[in-house]
């Protein structure tokens, strides 16, 4: 028996929730498979039900994770050490209760990074029933999600527990599974472990029908005041980390220029987080409320992403955005959308210039390339068709499902 551990809700719809829902579709083919994941304050299922079985889900609710009074502290160790002790303390209730019950069968521990800390109390419990610390998978590299997110240099207490913590992991699990080669690289060089021992299975959405009738695309004009000539500019995220944030914030300081060129112009921001409200304020203070559009956290972006033009990934480098092929990117291909994303690490090495995608390295060739799309339709269905071949060519479930079930 497999359980599978994360901390997030199961049902989120943000990309990294998508990723554990495709992993524990892909496990749950072959394997009898228990997820245990934290809540979300709402009522909750008792079973998650995949195309082979169904799953009994058991929840933990952290306290001080979703309780504003440690805001001030996120930076400090304070908040650290209080949210490490409550994950703890709900984590470990239940592997302990779940792990007890099941005690007479061979567990596999399949953990899920973010934070470190969930592999490391798998491992710990784990331990007291014999279970096997067999898969750790890392959507993002901890270090650098600290460094992007809390402005922690290379000497900062806390980055050097994120460094020992790693490395403590990837040691103990028998296998490693990162999204990207970039991650890969970075994780063996700084933990030596062998690269044989690290798997990279990219963030590829799972296959879904994504033909729209005309009447859903007429209405979702209606429910978001488009008209039918206007060009669609698309950018769907979870606006948490200042990646997915600030480089959206620069962009829409082009949009007066842009306007010019393309006068039938909309942007439409479609997910939730708290980058919103910098981007309402922005946009208020630009006078844009008539061409962006906020949708807000949405359950099927397939039919939105019906109605849009050309898709972007506004995002700035660092050390953190070097390093990720994010699933956006896949949502986009596989809907046959003109995507525009940065010059830089994954994006580079996975897209082509002007052949499946325009890559920028400024945000005024971001603007160039948003007016030649504009202004080329053919281009953008060219385009659009040949970043489709790209996501079939990466998105063999039957491979994927194989590669992952070969692990365990």
Same mark, same amino acid.
């Given at each position: 028996?497999?359980?599978?551990?994360?901390?997030?809700?199961?049902?989120?719809?943000?990309?990294?929730?998508?990723?554990?829902?495709?992993?524990?579709?892909?496990?749950?083919?072959?394997?009898?498979?228990?997820?245990?994941?934290?809540?979300?304050?709402?009522?909750?299922?008792?079973?998650?039900?995949?195309?082979?079985?169904?799953?009994?889900?058991?929840?933990?609710?952290?306290?001080?994770?979703?309780?504003?009074?440690?805001?001030?502290?996120?930076?400090?160790?304070?908040?650290?050490?209080?949210?490490?002790?409550?994950?703890?303390?709900?984590?470990?209730?239940?592997?302990?209760?779940?792990?007890?019950?099941?005690?007479?069968?061979?567990?596999?521990?399949?953990?899920?990074?973010?934070?470190?800390?969930?592999?490391?109390?798998?491992?710990?419990?784990?331990?007291?029933?014999?279970?096997?610390?067999?898969?750790?998978?890392?959507?993002?590299?901890?270090?650098?999600?600290?460094?992007?997110?809390?402005?922690?240099?290379?000497?900062?207490?806390?980055?050097?527990?994120?460094?020992?913590?790693?490395?403590?992991?990837?040691?103990?699990?028998?296998?490693?599974?990162?999204?990207?080669?970039?991650?890969?690289?970075?994780?063996?060089?700084?933990?030596?472990?062998?690269?044989?021992?690290?798997?990279?299975?990219?963030?590829?959405?799972?296959?879904?029908?994504?033909?729209?009738?005309?009447?859903?695309?007429?209405?979702?004009?209606?429910?978001?005041?488009?008209?039918?000539?206007?060009?669609?500019?698309?950018?769907?995220?979870?606006?948490?980390?200042?990646?997915?944030?600030?480089?959206? %914030?620069?962009? /829409?300081?082009?949009?007066?220029? @842009? &306007? =010019?060129?393309?006068? !039938?112009?909309?942007? #439409?921001?479609?997910?939730?987080?708290?980058?919103?409200?910098?981007?309402?304020?922005?946009?208020?203070?630009?006078?844009?409320?008539?061409?962006?559009?906020?949708?807000?956290?949405?359950?099927?972006?397939?039919?939105?992403?019906?109605?849009?033009?050309?898709?972007?990934?506004?995002?700035?480098?660092?050390?953190?955005?070097?390093?990720?092929?994010?699933?956006?990117?896949?949502?986009?291909?596989?809907?046959?959308?003109?995507?525009?994303?940065?010059?830089?690490?994954?994006?580079?090495?996975?897209?082509?210039?002007?052949?499946?995608?325009?890559?920028?390295?400024?945000?005024?060739?971001?603007?160039?390339? %948003?007016?030649? /799309?504009?202004?080329?339709?053919? @281009? &953008? =269905?060219?385009?659009? !068709?040949?970043?489709? #071949?790209?996501?079939?060519?990466?998105?063999?479930?039957?491979?994927?499902?194989?590669?992952?079930?070969?692990?365990?």
């Amino acid at each position: 028996m497999i359980v599978y551990v994360f901390n997030n809700y199961i049902h989120d719809e943000s990309g990294f929730c998508k990723r554990c829902r495709k992993e524990i579709n892909a496990l749950s083919q072959q394997f009898d498979i228990m997820v245990i994941c934290r809540g979300n304050g709402v009522k909750k299922e008792e079973v998650y039900t995949t195309l082979h079985k169904k799953i009994k889900i058991l929840y933990y609710n952290p306290y001080f994770k979703n309780n504003g009074s440690l805001t001030n502290y996120k930076a400090s160790g304070v908040y650290e050490i209080v949210r490490t002790i409550d994950l703890f303390v709900g984590l470990s209730s239940v592997l302990l209760k779940t792990l007890w019950t099941n005690r007479k069968e061979k567990i596999k521990i399949f953990s899920v990074v973010s934070p470190l800390t969930v592999p490391l109390i798998a491992l710990l419990v784990g331990k007291l029933f014999n279970a096997t610390p067999s898969v750790v998978s890392m959507h993002d590299l901890e270090p650098e999600l600290a460094m992007h997110s809390k402005g922690l240099q290379n000497n900062s207490p806390i980055l050097r527990i994120e460094y020992w913590l790693e490395k403590l992991v990837t040691q103990v699990y028998k296998h490693i599974i990162v999204t990207s080669m970039g991650q890969a690289k970075k994780l063996a060089e700084r933990t030596n472990v062998s690269l044989h021992k690290i798997s990279v299975f990219p963030n590829i959405i799972n296959k879904t029908n994504t033909s729209v009738s005309n009447l859903s695309i007429a209405g979702i004009e209606k429910k978001y005041h488009l008209g039918s000539e206007d060009f669609v500019i698309g950018y769907i995220s979870s606006f948490t980390f200042g990646y997915t944030i600030n480089g959206m %914030l620069a962009f /829409l300081h082009t949009l007066p220029s @842009l &306007r =010019e060129s393309i006068p !039938q112009v909309k942007v #439409l921001i479609v997910g939730g987080g708290v980058g919103l409200v910098r981007f309402k304020e922005l946009v208020a203070q630009l006078h844009l409320e008539d061409i962006v559009i906020f949708t807000g956290v949405i359950s099927n972006v397939t039919e939105v992403l019906e109605r849009i033009d050309v898709c972007i990934i506004p995002w700035e480098k660092d050390e953190m955005t070097e390093v990720i092929l994010p699933t956006k990117l896949f949502e986009y291909m596989q809907a046959k959308k003109p995507i525009v994303a940065p010059n830089f690490g994954e994006f580079r090495t996975n897209l082509k210039n002007g052949h499946n995608a325009f890559l920028y390295n400024t945000m005024d060739e971001l603007k160039k390339s %948003l007016i030649t /799309l504009y202004s080329n339709k053919k @281009l &953008r =269905e060219e385009m659009g !068709q040949k970043g489709y #071949l790209l996501y079939k060519e990466k998105s063999d479930d039957n491979r994927y499902i194989n590669q992952l079930i070969n692990l365990l």
